[in-house]
T-cell receptor, first 117, second 113 residues
């Protein structure tokens, strides 16, 4: 296993179209995070899964965004009716969740770069 | 989450040590100091973390001030491959086992020959 993978790496779409991104975490990792990163900024948290349960969502995740993690394996992030403001890098991270006071290390994928025209 | 302050950019010559500062004057007693870095066109990667004592690993060292209001990430010999954006992040150990990372804008490190 070589790490977290994301597909596609790049996506160009027209405003109003729907897009779906996929993330495959490291195989034994039970936690999966989605982040969004715009140019010149650090990544911003969107949502988080523990196994198949979506446990936290950021206020950034509008009702046009939906994320799933069926069977606690891969995850998908769908954006409906895309807007130009959705143009960003979408990053996925996974971690092995167990009790660790300092917080577990998150392993990031290479990201999916979305451009909405 | 407690806030961190980092310089926007720094430069270093190759094979020289680099000290990347981070101020976190509002840090709480349960906050851990984490560093991640993001190389060009890649996702962030973990570098190091600590609570009170200085920490060393194969990538870097973390020096934490006695009052914990600041810390310094030390790269002992910078290489061109260390050119990246470095993020200093506080994670609350009292918040439970799962916590999102709250990134700032980080410090962009340039390494020159």
């Amino acid at each position: 296993d070589t790490g977290v993978s994301q597909d596609p790496r790049h996506k160009i779409t027209k405003r109003g179209q729907n897009v779906t991104f996929r993330c495959d975490p490291i195989s034994e990792h039970n936690r999966l995070y989605w982040y969004r990163q715009t140019l010149g900024q650090g990544p911003e948290f969107l949502t988080y899964f523990q196994n198949e349960a979506q446990l936290e969502k950021s206020r950034l995740l509008s009702d046009r965004f939906s994320a799933e993690r069926p069977k606690g394996s891969f995850s998908t992030l769908e954006i409906q009716r895309t807007e130009q403001g959705d143009s960003a890098m979408y990053l996925c991270a996974s971690s092995l969740g167990y009790f660790r006071l300092s917080g577990e290390t998150q392993y990031f994928g290479p990201g999916t770069r979305l451009l909405v025209l | 989450d407690a806030k961190t302050t980092q310089p926007n950019s720094m430069e270093s010559n190759e094979e020289e040590p680099v000290h990347l500062p981070c101020n976190h004057s509002t840090i709480s007693g349960t906050d851990y100091i984490h560093w991640y870095r993001q190389l060009p066109s890649q996702g962030p990667e973990y570098v190091i973390h600590g609570l009170t004592s200085n920490v060393n690993n194969r990538m870097a060292s973390l020096a934490i001030a006695e009052d914990r209001k600041s810390s310094t990430l030390i790269l002992h010999r910078a290489t061109l491959r260390d050119a990246a954006v470095y993020y200093c992040i506080l994670r609350d150990g009292a918040a439970g086992t799962a916590s999102k990372l709250t990134f700032g804008t980080g410090t962009r490190l340039q390494v020159t020959l």
